[in-house]
């Protein structure tokens, strides 16, 4: 028997998607050691901001302000990082949402790990530094 799955409407739905998918981040061998050592014991905090972001995103309910780039100017990633982090985000939208808004999680996923991963190798090999 299929299981019906909802797609992506509510501020609770965007609940669980961070909270399952930053569950398996911090379990993963290649992702953990970095979220967990540049976030450390403020991980509620964290969690607070991506609801707002993807409730922003997914939801078209303004409620993120910032620039999320900044935070990840300097982190030790490369490309299999990237990889990573959007193989398990793929895995958890598939398997808790269906619709609409999941696959544009997706693929809002998939472009801010290409440009995060573009402009963190820019920031790398240049003197420039990030604007606020």
Do not use: C
């Amino acid at each position: 028997m299929q299981q019906i799955k909802n797609d992506i409407t509510t501020l609770d739905d965007i609940k669980i998607l961070v909270d399952s998918f930053y569950g398996k981040v911090r379990e993963d061998d290649l992702l953990a050691q970095i979220f967990n050592e540049r976030i450390q014991d403020r991980w509620t905090a964290h969690l607070e901001k991506m609801y707002r972001f993807w409730q922003t995103v997914l939801l078209e309910e303004h409620t993120y302000y910032g620039s999320p780039f900044l935070p990840h100017a300097k982190l030790p990633v490369e490309g299999e990082h990237f990889e990573r982090w959007l193989k398990l985000f793929d895995e958890t939208v598939n398997t808790l949402f269906e619709g609409e808004k999941a696959t544009r999680a997706k693929w809002q996923g998939e472009r801010m790990a290409e440009l995060f991963l573009s402009k963190i190798n820019y920031y790398r090999n240049n003197s420039s530094t990030p604007l606020l």
